[in-house]
């Protein structure tokens, strides 16, 4: 999957047993900021049927490739795409020339890779799911030669030794169906379809601060959509990064809208992610659950993300500062419908 700030990578071993203590003979699970959609597919592969959601186009590709899918119906039919995609030659057109050479994310010669096959790809008319598995794998193909520290804001003064390497295509890890029923992905602003979930748990991991995923993810957007947009800055942003604002990257409205999702959600289990350095305090999220029940909080200490491990830099490349803080706190904000008795569970740093 690909590298991506604020992924439950390293948690999905602790969601995975809290989703276990309250449906420990399964159901349904809505993860309604699915993001990298490892927390989907780590429930998937635990039996739940899942349903994702997602406001990012490049999220929701994600999300429909690694929850909606099924191995057994799509795993031969994209390997034959993946073939087909993996003998053109590269021609190089609007990604080379906007993110390889006006930017520096990728290698030119990648750059011509990418370029040749979406195009093919959108010439190919595929079926949308069979479409989005095909397009994971390019996504993924470029996440594993790009030359960044993860985040589509900068990029590498020199070029990163696995930019050099050669674009490779992989099958996507597709799960197979599970038994309670199809899993769904689904592109929509998290409040406006919150009203419209109804699970047996609902999984929350919201943006937590100023920071836009569409901003740091800004070239998986244009790979998905291949709009070929107008772009702008050294990073060559799409221009609607400018206009598509979020309420959870603005600190004086995160709490207004939340607390909006929260109160629409007809499910009786919710799981929240919200680490140390959001806008909102442990008080304010025990606040906003305190109406729905029981409520239970866990704290996970972590490393922050590379960016801050690697330090402050100025535009040349030069190191002229250090971070205030090497480690962050994961907390698990838990609303349940009953009491439980969570003293088995040991959630490992």
């Given at each position: 999957?690909?590298?991506?700030?604020?992924?439950?990578?390293?948690?999905?071993?602790?969601?995975?047993?809290?989703?276990?203590?309250?449906?420990?003979?399964?159901?349904?699970?809505?993860?309604?900021?699915?993001?990298?959609?490892?927390?989907?597919?780590?429930?998937?592969?635990?039996?739940?049927?899942?349903?994702?959601?997602?406001?990012?186009?490049?999220?929701?590709?994600?999300?429909?490739?690694?929850?909606?899918?099924?191995?057994?119906?799509?795993?031969?039919?994209?390997?034959?795409?993946?073939?087909?995609?993996?003998?053109?030659?590269?021609?190089?057109?609007?990604?080379?020339?906007?993110?390889?050479?006006?930017?520096?994310?990728?290698?030119?010669?990648?750059?011509?890779?990418?370029?040749?096959?979406?195009?093919?790809?959108?010439?190919?008319?595929?079926e949308p799911e069979l479409k989005a598995v095909v397009l994971v794998a390019l996504m993924e193909a470029a996440?594993?030669?790009?030359?960044?520290?993860?985040?589509?804001?900068?990029?590498?003064?020199?070029?990163?030794?696995?930019?050099?390497?050669?674009?490779?295509?992989?099958?996507?890890?597709?799960?197979?169906?599970?038994?309670?029923?199809?899993?769904?992905?689904?592109?929509?602003?998290?409040?406006?379809?919150?009203?419209?979930?109804?699970?047996?748990?609902?999984?929350?991991?919201?943006?937590?601060?100023?920071?836009?995923?569409?901003?740091?993810?800004?070239?998986?957007?244009?790979?998905?959509?291949?709009?070929?947009?107008?772009?702008?800055?050294?990073?060559?942003?799409?221009?609607?990064?400018?206009?598509?604002?979020?309420?959870?990257?603005?600190?004086?409205?995160?709490?207004?809208?939340?607390?909006?999702?929260?109160?629409?959600?007809?499910?009786?289990?919710?799981?929240?992610?919200?680490?140390?350095?959001?806008?909102?305090?442990?008080?304010?999220?025990?606040?906003?659950?305190?109406?729905?029940?029981?409520?239970?909080?866990?704290?996970?200490?972590?490393?922050?993300?590379?960016?801050?491990?690697?330090?402050?830099?100025?535009?040349?490349?030069?190191?002229?500062?250090?971070?205030?803080?090497?480690?962050?706190?994961?907390?698990?904000?838990?609303?349940?419908?009953?009491?439980?008795?969570?003293?088995?569970?040991?959630?490992?740093?």
């Amino acid at each position: 999957m690909i590298k991506y700030i604020g992924s439950k990578r390293a948690l999905l071993g602790q969601v995975g047993a809290v989703v276990q203590t309250i449906l420990p003979d399964g159901g349904r699970v809505c993860d309604l900021f699915s993001g990298s959609a490892r927390v989907g597919h780590s429930l998937k592969k635990l039996g739940y049927q899942v349903w994702s959601n997602d406001h990012n186009a490049y999220a929701h590709t994600l999300a429909t490739a690694y929850v909606q899918v099924d191995r057994e119906r799509w795993a031969d039919k994209a390997e034959t795409v993946l073939a087909e995609l993996r003998q053109l030659p590269p021609q190089p057109g609007w990604f080379t020339r906007n993110f390889c050479e006006e930017a520096r994310f990728f290698h030119p010669d990648n750059g011509a890779r990418i370029d040749a096959m979406r195009e093919r790809i959108e010439q190919m008319a595929l079926e949308p799911e069979l479409k989005a598995v095909v397009l994971v794998a390019l996504m993924e193909a470029a996440d594993r030669v790009d030359s960044t520290a993860g985040l589509q804001m900068a990029y590498m003064k020199q070029w990163a030794p696995r930019a050099l390497k050669p674009l490779e295509l992989r099958l996507p890890d597709l799960l197979p169906a599970v038994p309670g029923g199809p899993c769904l992905a689904t592109h929509a602003d998290a409040v406006e379809i919150a009203p419209k979930i109804q699970a047996d748990l609902v999984y929350l991991d919201p943006p937590y601060n100023q920071h836009s995923y569409l901003a740091n993810y800004h070239c998986w957007e244009s790979l998905v959509l291949w709009d070929k947009p107008e772009t702008y800055g050294v990073a060559r942003k799409r221009v609607d990064v400018r206009e598509r604002k979020s309420d959870f990257n603005s600190k004086p409205r995160i709490k207004a809208a939340l607390a909006s999702v929260i109160d629409s959600l007809d499910a009786p289990n919710l799981v929240i992610s919200f680490n140390d350095e959001g806008y909102l305090t442990r008080e304010d999220m025990e606040g906003l659950l305190a109406r729905r029940g029981n409520v239970k909080v866990l704290e996970i200490p972590r490393p922050r993300y590379v960016g801050a491990r690697i330090g402050i830099h100025n535009l040349k490349g030069e190191r002229v500062g250090e971070v205030g803080r090497l480690r962050n706190v994961e907390r698990l904000f838990i609303s349940t419908a009953v009491s439980l008795d969570w003293d088995h569970l040991i959630l490992k740093p």
